[in-house]
């Protein structure tokens, strides 16, 4: 009897990429007797340029281009990506065939002496790789220095002391995975900083025609996150969003109904849609596309247009 082939699960080098990919290793084996699972580690290029911003450079999908190459030329089975990081387009040949069970999705405040976001100093500097962050903080305090900061999670906790820094904000989900949600002073509000769409879910991607790898990878589909990141992603796809704006997107089950809440703001946080929308959870789709339709009409439209001029 010949043996079964491993499963090559493809996965960036990264602390919290390796222990998420690790997870999902770990799981496969334990619920498919024989199932062998290797990591196949891949630096992307978002990991190899570490000095520029994300949004001068390409995006998020530069997180995972160089997977889905391995995908699409066989060298991987399967990959494992955090949400957040997957650009709306994926190459043909390729989906998006699984998503785990969501993790907290808020963004956390990690401060030097301690204090939550209300009681930091004014003029406070706060270091973050995220622009949505960013113009959201700056909306609420327009006194705060905002500190563009890349690499790991584990590169950007210690710029908090190197750095000088009086905060740091990252993911929740990162830091609670990894077993650092000690480090926490404070969880934000959604109302002070709604999440990045898809933040806290993972997702797991592999050819479409890979009937074995569906299988395998079915049971850890979990259906509520999986419309939830649906109505997400329909939001940002309307939107043409990419890294390069300050978009934000969440959405939960409330009983069978959706709510889904959306906004778009310009880079220094000066101007700032928001609205939200709810709906059946058959309705996903056009829940996410109708949201972005009425920012668009209410002025996110101007702001996207203005953003986009002047990134050119």
Known sequence: MSEIPPVRLATRGSPLALWQANWVK????????????ELLTIKTSGDKITD??????????LFVKEIEEALLAGRADLAVHSMKDVPVEIPAGLHIAATTKREDPRDALISTAGLPFAKLPKGAKI???????????????PDLQVIPLRGNLDTRLRKLK??????????????????WEGQVTEYLSTDVSLPA?????????????????????????????????????????????????????????????????????????????ADEARGPVAQAAELGKGLAERLLDRGAGMILKEIYSTSK
Not at 52 to 61: F, T
Not at 162 to 171: F, K, P, T
Request: aromatic share 0%; with cysteine; net charge positive.
């Open 26 to 37: 770990t799981e496969l084996e334990r619920l498919h007797a024989g199932c062998r699972v």
């Open 162 to 179: 190197s750095e000088s820094l009086d905060a740091v904000i990252v993911a929740a989900a990162g830091l609670r995975r990894m077993g």
């Open 197 to 273: 769409i898809g933040q806290g879910a993972l997702g797991l991607e592999c050819r479409v025609d890979d009937a074995r790898i569906h299988q395998l990878i079915a049971p850890l589909n979990d259906a509520d996150t999986a419309v939830c990141v649906k109505a997400e992603r329909a939001f940002l796809t309307r939107l043409e969003g990419g890294c390069q704006v300050p978009i934000a997107g969440h959405a939960e089950l409330i009983g069978l109904e959706l709510r889904l809440r959306g906004l778009v703001a310009n880079l220094d946080g000066t101007q700032l849609v």
């Open 127 to 141: 270091g973050t790789s995220s622009l949505r962050r960013g113009t959201q903080l700056r909306h609420t305090r």
């Open 52 to 61: 520029v911003p994300l949004a001068k450079v390409g995006g998020k999908g």
